[in-house]
């Protein structure tokens, strides 16, 4: 905690930088709905990346490398973890057959939640880990504090990353979401239409107030970010359990850049079958880090080495080796 109170300033200049971007994307740039185009969308992942990486700078410049590459780390884990919310992005705006101009809408609110539960959960997340710590004990010769919760994240990662690996595809655009619990909350304390009206979230029809498939997709969009926070949370908790500020500020910032990046990636997501054996390999590292923190301390520097590699040699062996085609 002690980042937030000796440094006011960066968060302040944080907040200011993310509240200024999100009125002019909404309030100028997306004022109207329409399909964002391919350049458009590259224009918005460089200008997201590049804030991320100006702000990282900032904070080597007034706090040190240390917390630099601490940045760095969970910015890239939660940016290379987000890839999957992306083939969610695709299976969503399918099913519900959400109409092109309208995505960047859904996707701005459904962000706009994704800042709110993050805060919750890496904030209280903090308070619980600084409350978990057990008593120092003598374990293999020496002397060492075991934090409860991390080692728990610890095995969830690693187990999680294992079963990565071996997993199967399962990113079926013809998938039925008509079971899903976030859709089963909306029929149960709403009347839904079943038709849209513009780009609006609520209608009226005979004088009855009901919401539209588009608020039933952001509903679905802002219920899977919290399934995968399961994962990505515990992830970057390895690279600064003890702070919140490196912790939100990194993981804001990859946020704001998914909707960019679905625009920029959504026709080419098939060409990234390796990603996933990278993301395995993330999880796994992450997950052995947290468990033998109390016992040996991997340098910040390392972590984003090799976080770093893994990444760009899993997205490389992607295009090197591409997925086979399965003629129908």
Same mark, same amino acid.
């Given at each position: 905690?002690?980042?937030?109170?000796? #440094?006011? *300033?960066?968060?302040?200049?944080? *907040?200011? %930088? %993310?509240?200024?971007?999100?009125?002019?994307?909404?309030?100028?740039?997306?004022?109207?709905? #329409?399909?964002? &185009?391919?350049?458009?969308?590259?224009?918005?992942?460089?200008?997201?990346i590049g804030l991320a990486m100006c702000f990282s700078g900032v904070i080597?410049?007034?706090?040190?490398?240390?917390?630099?590459?601490?940045?760095?780390? @969970?910015?890239?884990?939660?940016?290379?973890?987000?890839?999957?919310?992306?083939?969610?992005?695709?299976?969503?705006?399918?099913?519900?057959?959400? $109409?092109? =101009?309208?995505? #960047?809408?859904?996707?701005?609110?459904?962000?706009?939640?994704?800042?709110?539960?993050?805060?919750?959960?890496?904030?209280?997340?903090? =308070?619980?880990?600084?409350?978990?710590?057990?008593?120092?004990?003598?374990?293999?010769?020496?002397?060492?504090?075991?934090?409860?919760?991390?080692?728990?994240?610890?095995?969830?990662?690693?187990?999680?990353?294992?079963?990565?690996?071996?997993?199967?595809?399962?990113?079926?655009?013809?998938?039925?979401?008509?079971?899903?619990?976030?859709?089963?909350?909306?029929?149960?304390?709403?009347?839904?239409?079943?038709?849209?009206?513009?780009?609006? /979230?609520?209608?009226?029809?005979?004088?009855?107030?009901?919401?539209? $498939?588009?608020?039933?997709?952001?509903?679905?969009?802002?219920?899977?970010?919290?399934? !995968?926070?399961?994962?990505?949370?515990?992830?970057?908790?390895?690279?600064?359990?003890?702070? $919140?500020?490196?912790?939100?500020? &990194?993981?804001?910032? @990859?946020?704001?850049?998914?909707?960019?990046?679905?625009?920029?990636?959504?026709? /080419?997501?098939?060409? !990234?079958?390796?990603?996933?054996?990278?993301?395995?390999?993330?999880?796994?590292?992450?997950?052995?880090?947290?468990?033998?923190?109390?016992?040996? #301390?991997?340098?910040?520097?390392?972590?984003?080495?090799?976080?770093?590699?893994?990444?760009?040699?899993? %997205?490389?062996?992607?295009?090197?080796? $591409?997925?086979?085609?399965?003629? &129908?």
């Amino acid at each position: 905690m002690d980042h937030l109170i000796n #440094h006011p *300033g960066l968060l302040t200049g944080f *907040g200011i %930088v %993310v509240l200024v971007m999100l009125l002019l994307d909404l309030g100028v740039f997306n004022r109207h709905s #329409h399909t964002v &185009s391919t350049k458009e969308a590259l224009i918005w992942t460089v200008v997201w990346i590049g804030l991320a990486m100006c702000f990282s700078g900032v904070i080597y410049y007034y706090m040190d490398f240390e917390n630099f590459a601490r940045f760095q780390s @969970a910015y890239w884990i939660e940016k290379a973890l987000s890839v999957d919310n992306l083939f969610v992005f695709i299976l969503v705006f399918t099913f519900f057959k959400v $109409p092109k =101009e309208y995505h #960047h809408r859904v996707l701005f609110w459904g962000i706009i939640g994704a800042l709110v539960f993050r805060a919750i959960f890496i904030f209280a997340g903090v =308070e619980i880990i600084n409350m978990t710590y057990l008593p120092a004990m003598e374990l293999f010769g020496k002397t060492v504090k075991i934090n409860a919760v991390l080692t728990i994240f610890g095995i969830f990662l690693l187990v999680s990353g294992i079963k990565s690996w071996f997993a199967k595809d399962e990113h079926d655009e013809n998938q039925d979401l008509s079971k899903n619990f976030a859709v089963r909350m909306v029929h149960k304390f709403f009347k839904v239409s079943n038709e849209y009206d513009g780009e609006k /979230f609520f209608t009226v029809k005979n004088g009855v107030r009901m919401v539209t $498939p588009l608020f039933v997709a952001l509903m679905v969009i802002e219920f899977t970010d919290l399934i !995968f926070a399961v994962d990505s949370i515990p992830a970057i908790f390895a690279i600064a359990p003890d702070d $919140p500020f490196i912790l939100y500020t &990194s993981n804001i910032f @990859a946020i704001l850049g998914l909707r960019s990046l679905y625009f920029l990636l959504a026709n /080419f997501m098939d060409k !990234f079958s390796k990603l996933k054996y990278g993301l395995a390999i993330i999880l796994s590292f992450i997950g052995i880090k947290m468990i033998i923190s109390p016992f040996y #301390h991997v340098e910040s520097v390392i972590s984003l080495s090799v976080i770093g590699s893994v990444l760009i040699l899993s %997205v490389v062996a992607s295009f090197l080796f $591409p997925k086979k085609v399965e003629n &129908s």
